[in-house]
């Protein structure tokens, strides 16, 4: 399983005249969490449709995820995605504390970026799969959609890392195979976009995966 650097990119906006320097720390963290506050109400509810309007199915979802595969193969280097400052994903992020495993440095809530880096490629992609105006909820991994993301977290609960579900997790004893899309870093801390598979073995207590989902109690079916 692939791990990821922290990585803080500083950007200044200088104003002449009467106006002061500002200063825009934009915290990108390769690690990644998510999971909703205690009693927070969602102003919004699951997907009822997505982007294309067609309704919220597998066949549905995975065509559109083809299609961003086909505009971001793997390798891609990842751009800003500054709408991520106004994604449904963000919501949940800022509730979590990170972790960079590498550094073993400790980040107070609030400070993941879903503009670039690894919460930053889940927020473009869910975005362009539900919109911006869905709320998530927490579901188990064996209950996991295509378009479902998922934060892998220590056995502390502080994020290490955000992936996008791209198909729906396969169970085995002991084990949970699941397809994803993901951004990593491999040098210079340029992140990458990577379509890979993961395993979790269902007994490892120093690191789980939180799923949040946009998707509809019930699947619509062909009637409705």
Known sequence: MMRHDMKTNKISTKYHGKYMVAVLAAVMLLTCGVAASAGQEPETGPAQVLTDGSPVTEETVKTILESIKI????????????????????????????????TGEHVRKNMISTVYGC?????????????????YREIDLQSAHPG???????????AMHFVLITDTPVIE??????????????RNGT??????????????????????????????TEDS
């Open 71 to 102: 505009d971001w193969p793997e390798g891609t280097q990842e751009r800003p995605y500054y709408s991520g400052m106004k994604s449904p994903v963000r919501v949940i992020s800022k509730t979590y504390p990170a972790y960079n495993y590498r």
């Open 119 to 135: 919460a930053g490629w889940v927020s473009r992609i869910s975005d362009r799969i539900f919109g911006q105006d869905i709320a």
């Open 148 to 158: 479902d993301f998922a934060v892998q977290v220590n056995a502390d609960g502080e």
């Open 173 to 186: 004893t002991g084990k949970i195979t699941f397809d994803v899309t993901e951004s990593a870093t491999r």
């Open 191 to 220: 992140y990458y976009i990577r379509w890979t598979t993961y395993e979790h073995e269902t007994d490892d207590t120093r690191i789980s995966y939180r799923v949040y989902t946009a998707w509809p109690d019930q699947e619509p």
